[in-house]
Every structure is written in C-alpha cells, then in structure tokens.
C-alpha cells in the first residue's frame, strides 16, 4: 500500500503536468471505486487548481469539489502526455485538455471520492485521522505514547494516532531506533520516544527523495519506481542476516500485519 512518502511521490510528479488543466471527460469502467453514482458526470468540465496530501489519501483540489484518491493496497494514479494505450488494469481514464490521466488498481481496493470542497473537513476519508509525524513534536507524541498501552507497532499503524504511516516505514523505523515492536507504546522512555520520532521523520524524508519504496507495483505519477526499496534493512528480509549483528531476522505477525525485527539489536 502507498504510505505517506510514495503518495507525497505521486503528488509532487503529478502536480505540474495537472495543475490549471480542465477535466474534459471522465470514463468509468468499475463503477465500485467511485463515488457518488453520477461520479463521471459531476467531474466533467471541473478545473484542476492544486494537489495536497493528508496521510496516505491525495487531494485533488478541483473548482466545486475535491477529488480524494485512496489507493489503498495496487493504485497507479499515471499521467501520459501522447498515451498509446492505457496501463494494465486502468479501470477509470480522465480526458484532460493535454493527455490522460489514468487510475488503474490491480487488486481494485481503492476508492475515489468526489467531495464538496466547503465540506472537505466532514470527508469520512479524513475526518478521524490523526496527526502526521512531522506535525509532531516530542512532547506531543510522548503524551500520545503514554495513553496507550498497545504494542508500539500496532499504535503507529494506528491512523486515528498518527496518520501516513504503514507496515514498511513501522518496520523500518523501530529497527533504525531499537525499539522492539510489541513492546507497549506506553514503556517508552523519553528519550526513546524522542529517537524513534526523530527516526521516523529521517526515513520519512529519505524515503520521499528516493521517490518512495516500489514494493508490489508502485510507481509515481508518471510510471516510474522508487528507490527506497534498495534501502530497506528489515522489511522483506525475513531470515535474512541482521544487518547490525548478523543473526537472522526473525518474523511474526503483529496487528494483523507481517513484521520483521531483529529480537536482539531491538529491546
């Protein structure tokens, strides 16, 4: 699933070749990852003023509506210029006054909500997420830490907690920090909150330079990969050595999710 690095990608590729066009046409052929019924029609005609993010969901800042893209677990948000033919698994196509816009969903789990503008704060995609890490400061988020008593892991996928962030950056993060991750959230010490925050945030803006990590098959807005996969120290290294001291990366499943940690370099 894109997390917040490889949606703040997709934004950042997409928003100079979108930004002031007109949606001339809107085609959908899975009518399920829309919304409302009468998506298509509602979109035509509808110019594009601007793109932000908000955790793992892209706004697309239209005259009368925004456009929130949920890509969930296989959505490509892809911009062609001069296309031949769409990408494989296109399910919706966007006519633009130059070239396409193309959302294709191999898995087809993600959504894409047309939503009033002046309501935009009343969006069920968005309305419960909680802070992203770089809205954060220390205090704040050892006072998170210490109202829960879940294993640390579960609470930073937690999106109520803190939004963007997914089973590659958890993982990544509480091996860089040597946080073990079923240890409760609420048995962090000051300063180890205070590491895993300020790790959290380096592998956040390393990862979004790199151009995100292309695990499965993600790519930018213009159909290229990432490189932060080949940064990767833990997450699909199951049994592979560690990198800090070579014994076997050991897995389980936490919070429903893979998880793979070194259980002596991780306390």
Not at 15 to 42: M, N, R
Not at 114 to 119: A, D, G, I, R, S
Not at 130 to 149: A, M
Request: one cysteine or more; proline letters at 7%; aromatic letters at 8%.
């Amino acid at each position: 699933m894109p997390e917040l690095p490889e949606v703040e990608t997709i934004k950042n590729s997409l928003k100079t070749c979108l930004k002031g066009q007109t949606i001339k046409s809107c085609e959908v052929s899975l009518p399920k990852l829309v919304s409302p019924d009468d998506f298509a029609e509602k979109i035509k005609g509808q110019s594009i003023n601007d793109l932000k993010r908000r955790g793992k969901v892209l706004l697309i800042f239209l005259r009368n509506w925004v456009l929130l893209v949920h890509f969930k677990l296989t959505g490509q948000l892809i911009y062609l210029e001069n296309p031949l033919s769409p990408p494989p698994y296109t399910h919706i196509e966007f006519s633009l006054e130059k070239g396409k816009l193309y959302y294709a969903d191999l898995r087809q789990f993600g959504r894409l909500v047309l939503w009033p503008v002046k309501e935009l704060d009343e969006c069920p995609l968005l309305k419960k997420l909680g802070p992203e890490p770089f809205e954060l400061n220390i205090d704040t988020f050892f006072r998170l830490l210490n109202k829960s008593s879940r294993k640390i892991k579960t609470f930073l996928l937690d999106q109520e907690k803190i939004t963007g962030l997914g089973n590659i950056y958890v993982d990544e993060s509480l091996f860089r920090a040597g946080v073990h991750p079923e240890r409760p959230a609420n048995s962090l010490s000051f300063e180890e909150a205070q590491r895993l925050l300020k790790t959290i945030k380096e592998i956040l803006n390393e990862a979004i330079n790199l151009g995100g990590s292309s695990v499965r098959n993600y790519v930018d807005g213009h159909g290229e990969s990432g490189r932060f996969q080949e940064k990767h120290l833990v997450y699909g290294r199951r049994g592979k050595p560690c990198p800090k001291c070579q014994k076997p990366l050991a897995y389980a499943h936490i919070a429903g999710r893979g998880t793979t940690f070194c259980p002596y370099c991780q306390k």
